[in-house]
């Protein structure tokens, strides 16, 4: 999980590389609940959706669609952080490879540290498979895992996030950074929104079904204290003809 915005891309790279359970998220999201779930009346997401939906709930409050928990990222232990730099320094290539390569089909490439093994993902659109892959050097116990048939690819994904960004800018004027997390499960767009004391906004989480439906994407939003970026900074790699928040 890597992409589009520094500090996505960072804690996405996170995600990847910490194992643990999910802390229970905090008291103060657990005690807002003012925003409800998309009706039972609206049309259901498309299939690929739904399951790259299912597969952020370990990131997301429980009945709280869209509202992202607090640190769900569990700490990378001392003990770890001189393998996991080791492993990086010496499988950069191949995320070059992969990416130079299989550009058109690469959902995800990078470690995979879940449940306290170490791995190297590769995740490809389509079933048509590719040769096997396998790192040297101080990450040659790293297996290089290829699964196929992800739901899109990162190329796939830039593209929604064009498409979307003007809707994401009028549900959400108060968005204050926009990135992708890569996941081997399918990712999802993530959304810094501004809030007084950081609370959540029951405003902006009766979005959460307009903004998946915009990208085609599973949503998360964070809510932050205070305004960092002007928001009509925030566009990802836009055609110069999509309409621009002034």
Same mark, same amino acid.
């Given at each position: 999980m890597k992409i589009s915005g520094a500090t996505a891309a960072l804690a996405a790279l996170a995600a990847c590389q910490q194992p643990g359970a999910d802390p229970p998220a905090s008291a103060? @999201? %657990?005690?807002d609940s003012s925003a409800a779930a998309p009706s039972d009346t609206v049309?259901?997401? $498309? #299939? %690929?959706? *739904? =399951? =790259? +939906?299912? %597969? !952020?709930?370990?990131? $997301?409050v429980p009945?709280?669609?869209?509202? =992202?928990?607090?640190d769900s990222w569990p700490a990378i232990t001392p003990d770890q952080r001189p393998r996991i730099r080791e492993i990086q320094s010496d499988s950069h290539w191949l995320n070059r490879y992969v990416r130079e390569r299989y550009g058109d089909r690469l959902a995800f490439t990078g470690l995979d540290a879940r449940g306290g093994r170490y791995r190297h993902v590769v995740a490809l659109t389509g079933t048509e498979p590719v040769p096997p892959l396998k790192l040297a050097g101080r990450a040659a116990d790293v297996p290089v895992i +290829? !699964?196929?048939d992800a739901p899109w690819s990162l190329k796939e994904v830039e593209?929604?996030?064009?498409? %979307?960004? *003007? !809707?994401?800018? @009028?549900?959400? #004027?108060d968005a204050q950074g926009v990135g992708f997390?890569?996941?081997?499960?399918?990712?999802?767009?993530? +959304?810094d929104v501004s809030s007084p004391d950081g609370q959540p906004r029951a405003d902006v989480l009766a979005h959460c079904d307009?903004?998946?439906?915009?990208y085609r994407l599973p949503v998360l939003l964070e809510f932050n204290a205070g305004k960092v970026f002007p928001t009509n900074d925030l566009a990802p790699t836009v055609d110069p003809a999509l309409p621009r928040p002034q």
């Amino acid at each position: 999980m890597k992409i589009s915005g520094a500090t996505a891309a960072l804690a996405a790279l996170a995600a990847c590389q910490q194992p643990g359970a999910d802390p229970p998220a905090s008291a103060s @999201r %657990a005690s807002d609940s003012s925003a409800a779930a998309p009706s039972d009346t609206v049309p259901p997401y $498309e #299939p %690929a959706l *739904a =399951a =790259a +939906i299912a %597969a !952020t709930r370990p990131y $997301e409050v429980p009945g709280r669609p869209c509202l =992202a928990k607090v640190d769900s990222w569990p700490a990378i232990t001392p003990d770890q952080r001189p393998r996991i730099r080791e492993i990086q320094s010496d499988s950069h290539w191949l995320n070059r490879y992969v990416r130079e390569r299989y550009g058109d089909r690469l959902a995800f490439t990078g470690l995979d540290a879940r449940g306290g093994r170490y791995r190297h993902v590769v995740a490809l659109t389509g079933t048509e498979p590719v040769p096997p892959l396998k790192l040297a050097g101080r990450a040659a116990d790293v297996p290089v895992i +290829i !699964t196929y048939d992800a739901p899109w690819s990162l190329k796939e994904v830039e593209r929604r996030r064009v498409q %979307a960004h *003007a !809707t994401m800018m @009028r549900l959400v #004027p108060d968005a204050q950074g926009v990135g992708f997390m890569e996941s081997p499960d399918g990712g999802w767009v993530n +959304i810094d929104v501004s809030s007084p004391d950081g609370q959540p906004r029951a405003d902006v989480l009766a979005h959460c079904d307009a903004l998946r439906r915009a990208y085609r994407l599973p949503v998360l939003l964070e809510f932050n204290a205070g305004k960092v970026f002007p928001t009509n900074d925030l566009a990802p790699t836009v055609d110069p003809a999509l309409p621009r928040p002034q």
